[in-house]
């Protein structure tokens, strides 16, 4: 069984940055897609970034130019890097490989 353990989130005011870490218990090398999701107060999960094994990123549009996912094969851990935060970008944030999820961290942003 894989395990996937989030952390980073926090309380952060508008304009500042956070990054969000997912370390995972086996090689990532083991999975296809690695992605993050998020879940905002009211809305469904949405997708919010991927990478792929062969490092190819994609991003959703509302997070395009401001996330950045990136990883560390070494110590089987993938980080989302926020920047420029804003309210709309609260929520619980959930990392993705293949079908396992994590637990999610929680990213508050207060104007």
């Known amino acids: 069984q894989v395990q996937l353990v989030e952390s980073g989130g926090g309380l952060v005011q508008a304009g500042e940055s956070l990054r969000l870490s997912c370390a995972a218990s086996?090689?990532?090398?083991?999975?296809?897609?690695i992605a993050w999701y998020r879940q905002s107060p009211g809305k469904q999960r949405e997708w919010v970034a991927t990478?792929?094994?062969?490092?190819?990123?994609e991003y959703a549009d509302s997070v395009k130019g401001r996330f950045t996912i990136s990883r560390d094969n070494a110590n089987n851990t993938v980080y989302l890097q926020m920047s420029s935060l804003n309210v709309e970008d609260t929520g619980i944030y959930y990392c993705?490989?293949?079908?396992?999820w994590g637990q999610g961290t929680q990213v508050t942003v207060s104007s």
């Open positions: 993705k490989m293949d079908s396992n």
């Open positions: 086996r090689s990532l090398f083991t999975f296809g897609v």
């Open positions: 990478i792929n094994y062969r490092g190819t990123r």
